[in-house]
């Protein structure tokens, strides 16, 4: 079997189709993927170091005013359509996936017209406005929030699958993950992190939060910056760091720190959530007021109305108030247990598995379809 998968321009659309296509390889090694993005976007880097093909099309989201920028747009669009001809005429994919953001509007909606099996996923609790377009055309609709079942229109099959995420997560024993980082055994962890680019706004209260009460911190606190952001961090703070805090430019071992945390202060990036509910991570969400329809506050409010986080709009947020809440949820043993534990009852694990088989009956389903008797 063939498959072409399709999104890009951030993580959170690439890295579901990668754990996508690991699932397919796992459960057919013979199978070929072959992904479509546009060279602006991460999946650039991200998929070849996966191992994976990728193919490129030249596409660009359109902006919210029209302008010449518009025009020019739909010329790119149009012209993309040749590509996507080319491409699916030379790899003739059995089912096309496509994982959101502006790339892959135009592959998926060429597969549907062209009757191929196809599948989104979307991630997030407000449906991207390209998903939200697809829905009208494909197969199946796998969601990652019950929230965002009635934003999608037309016939397509939705189902709750959740957000597939990184199968070393379900290996880790937080103990086991409290040891390896070389956490005190009675120390509570914060991990501070606003994304692989950092979010200057939290760094900003932290900072300020360790400047003035470093000193009565006495839980374990590490802040990711963000590369661009820690010589700046670093720089503002003029006393040397007590031992239970650290700053780092970025969390390589990521999984290892969520797994050994006791409370999370993050965005509200879709998988991040979803990563924190597997776990059974509380936090305290900060959504990014910067994206798309506001997304990040909608995967928030979803966490928080199940009592498992705490939502503080970026608008709100100063370091005195970063500081109590993370001081009152540290000290409540009770109430992070609660919390834990919503957040587990929250999290799916099997995601992935889940989708590769709405994939597998979007084929069955179109060739009976084709071929009745």
């Not at 579901?16 to 479509?36: C, M, S, Y």
């Not at 991207?128 to 929230?147: C, H, M, P, Q």
């Not at 109305?305 to 001081?327: F, H, M, P, R």
């Not at 949820?329 to 534990?341: G, N, P, T, V, W």
């Amino acid at each position: 079997m063939k498959y072409i998968i399709s999104g890009g321009g951030t993580g959170g659309h690439i890295n579901p189709g990668i754990a996508i296509a690991r699932e397919i390889k796992t459960r057919e090694p013979d199978a070929e993927i072959l992904f479509v993005g546009t060279e602006n976007g991460l999946e650039g880097n991200l998929v070849p170091r996966e191992g994976f093909n990728i193919e490129f099309i030249e596409v660009k989201g359109f902006k919210r005013k029209l302008s010449i920028d518009t025009v020019k747009t739909i010329g790119k669009l149009l012209k993309s359509f040749g590509s996507i001809r080319k491409i699916f005429r030379e790899f003739k994919p059995d089912a096309v996936i496509g994982t959101g953001g502006y790339v892959c509007g135009p592959v998926v909606f060429y597969a549907a017209m062209k009757k191929i099996p196809t599948l989104i996923h979307e991630q997030n609790a407000f449906p991207g406005i390209t998903n939200r377009i697809l829905s009208r055309y494909v197969d199946e609709v796998a969601i990652s929030f019950e929230e965002s079942r009635t934003r999608f229109k037309g016939k397509a099959r939705i189902t709750l699958t959740g957000n597939p995420i990184r199968n070393e997560l379900f290996l880790l024993d937080k103990e086991k993950a409290r040891e390896k980082i070389g956490l005190p055994k009675d120390m509570p962890l914060v991990v501070v992190f606003g994304g692989s680019l950092g979010a200057e706004h939290i760094n900003d209260c932290v900072k300020n939060m360790i400047i003035h009460h470093g000193k009565e911190i006495s839980y374990k606190l590490i802040l990711s910056t963000g590369i661009r952001n820690y010589e700046n961090v670093m720089n503002e703070i003029k006393e040397p760091l007590p031992e239970n805090i650290q700053i780092v430019p970025y969390i390589y071992n990521m999984g290892e720190v969520l797994a050994a945390a006791d409370l999370a202060v993050t965005r509200g990036g879709a998988i991040t959530i979803s990563e924190l509910s597997v776990l059974g991570v509380p936090a305290i969400l900060i959504p990014s007021p910067f994206v798309a329809e506001n997304h990040q506050e909608y995967n928030a409010r979803a966490l928080e109305n199940k009592g498992a986080a705490v939502v503080i709009l970026q608008s709100q947020l100063t370091q005195e108030i970063l500081y109590g809440q993370i001081e009152k949820l540290i000290k409540d043993k009770e109430l992070q247990k609660r919390m834990a534990s919503a957040a587990r009852k929250n999290g799916i694990k099997n995601a992935a598995p889940a989708i590769y088989e709405l994939i597998k009956r979007a084929i069955s389903v179109k060739t009976w379809k084709q071929n009745p008797s």
